[in-house]
Protein backbone atom coordinates (compact mmCIF):
# COMPACT_ATOMS: atom_id res chain seq x y z
CA UNK A 1 0.00 0.00 0.00
CA UNK A 2 1.41 3.27 -1.20
CA UNK A 3 1.11 6.58 0.97
CA UNK A 4 -0.47 9.49 -0.96
CA UNK A 5 1.63 12.84 1.01
CA UNK A 6 1.99 15.38 -0.41
CA UNK A 7 5.50 17.25 0.45
CA UNK A 8 3.59 19.56 3.34
CA UNK A 9 3.13 16.26 5.46
CA UNK A 10 6.95 16.19 5.61
CA UNK A 11 7.62 19.45 7.57
CA UNK A 12 11.24 18.42 8.70
CA UNK A 13 13.93 18.84 6.30
CA UNK A 14 17.68 18.67 6.32
CA UNK A 15 20.02 18.83 3.19
CA UNK A 16 23.54 17.53 3.24
CA UNK A 17 26.62 18.06 1.05
CA UNK A 18 29.41 15.67 0.99
CA UNK A 19 32.28 16.95 -1.18
CA UNK A 20 34.39 14.50 -2.78
CA UNK A 21 37.90 14.72 -4.93
CA UNK A 22 35.99 14.43 -8.33
CA UNK A 23 32.84 13.27 -10.36
CA UNK A 24 33.88 9.40 -10.61
CA UNK A 25 34.41 9.43 -6.79
CA UNK A 26 31.14 10.92 -5.83
CA UNK A 27 28.86 8.58 -8.69
CA UNK A 28 30.02 5.74 -6.63
CA UNK A 29 29.45 6.93 -3.38
CA UNK A 30 25.64 8.15 -4.77
CA UNK A 31 25.49 4.77 -6.54
CA UNK A 32 26.84 2.35 -3.44
CA UNK A 33 24.04 4.67 -0.60
CA UNK A 34 21.14 4.81 -3.08
CA UNK A 35 20.59 0.99 -2.97
CA UNK A 36 19.31 0.88 0.51
CA UNK A 37 15.96 2.42 0.37
CA UNK A 38 14.54 4.25 3.64
CA UNK A 39 13.50 1.90 6.17
CA UNK A 40 10.27 3.75 7.13
CA UNK A 41 7.82 5.32 4.63
CA UNK A 42 8.07 8.84 6.72
CA UNK A 43 11.29 9.80 5.70
CA UNK A 44 12.25 10.56 1.98
CA UNK A 45 15.82 11.08 0.95
CA UNK A 46 17.08 12.28 -2.38
CA UNK A 47 20.38 12.26 -3.97
CA UNK A 48 21.98 14.57 -6.80
CA UNK A 49 25.07 15.36 -7.68
CA UNK A 50 25.95 19.17 -7.90
CA UNK A 51 28.71 21.58 -8.60
CA UNK A 52 30.77 23.33 -5.58
CA UNK A 53 29.57 26.73 -6.95
CA UNK A 54 25.73 25.39 -6.32
CA UNK A 55 26.48 24.11 -2.85
CA UNK A 56 27.01 28.28 -2.65
CA UNK A 57 24.45 29.61 -4.94
CA UNK A 58 26.53 29.45 -8.01
CA UNK A 59 25.92 27.39 -11.21
CA UNK A 60 28.69 26.48 -13.63
CA UNK A 61 28.11 26.76 -17.18
CA UNK A 62 29.09 24.64 -19.91
CA UNK A 63 28.08 21.78 -21.98
CA UNK A 64 25.89 18.66 -20.31
CA UNK A 65 29.40 16.35 -20.30
CA UNK A 66 31.61 19.13 -18.61
CA UNK A 67 28.85 20.16 -16.46
CA UNK A 68 28.82 16.51 -14.91
CA UNK A 69 32.56 16.60 -14.55
CA UNK A 70 32.20 19.13 -12.06
CA UNK A 71 29.40 17.87 -10.27
CA UNK A 72 31.75 16.65 -7.17
CA UNK A 73 29.72 17.04 -4.24
CA UNK A 74 26.84 14.93 -2.97
CA UNK A 75 23.64 16.54 -2.30
CA UNK A 76 21.27 14.23 -0.04
CA UNK A 77 18.15 15.76 1.01
CA UNK A 78 15.76 14.26 3.66
CA UNK A 79 12.25 15.00 4.53
CA UNK A 80 10.47 13.68 7.48
CA UNK A 81 7.54 13.64 9.56
CA UNK A 82 9.31 14.69 12.59
CA UNK A 83 11.91 15.27 13.74
CA UNK A 84 13.13 12.05 15.59
CA UNK A 85 11.95 10.39 12.49
CA UNK A 86 14.83 12.78 10.50
CA UNK A 87 17.31 12.38 13.38
CA UNK A 88 17.14 8.58 13.47
CA UNK A 89 17.02 8.39 9.31
CA UNK A 90 20.20 10.94 8.92
CA UNK A 91 22.03 8.63 12.06
CA UNK A 92 21.91 5.41 10.01
CA UNK A 93 22.83 7.68 6.82
CA UNK A 94 26.21 8.49 8.78
CA UNK A 95 27.20 5.27 9.32
CA UNK A 96 26.39 3.66 5.86
CA UNK A 97 28.49 7.52 4.44
CA UNK A 98 31.28 6.69 7.06
CA UNK A 99 31.40 2.50 5.67
CA UNK A 100 31.56 3.76 1.85
CA UNK A 101 34.14 6.65 1.78
CA UNK A 102 36.64 4.14 4.21
CA UNK A 103 36.03 1.11 1.42
CA UNK A 104 36.68 4.27 -0.94
CA UNK A 105 40.48 5.03 1.15
CA UNK A 106 41.25 1.80 1.04
CA UNK A 107 40.26 0.40 -2.12
CA UNK A 108 40.39 3.65 -4.94
CA UNK A 109 43.39 4.33 -6.52
CA UNK A 110 42.60 8.46 -6.76
CA UNK A 111 42.56 8.64 -2.86
CA UNK A 112 46.28 7.51 -2.16
CA UNK A 113 47.52 9.36 -4.83
CA UNK A 114 45.87 12.59 -3.69
CA UNK A 115 47.42 12.22 -0.18
CA UNK A 116 50.81 11.85 -1.64
Known amino acids: MALDTSQ ?15 HR ?10 VDAELS ?6 FTLVTPGAVNGHIVLGDDGLQD ?4 VLRTQYNAITNRMLRVAVNGFMESLG ?3 QV ?4 DVDIPQSRS
Open 8 to 22: SDFPCSLVIHIPLLN
Open 25 to 34: LASIAMRALQ
Open 41 to 46: PLVRRE
Open 69 to 72: AHKT
Open 99 to 101: VVL
Open 104 to 107: MGEL
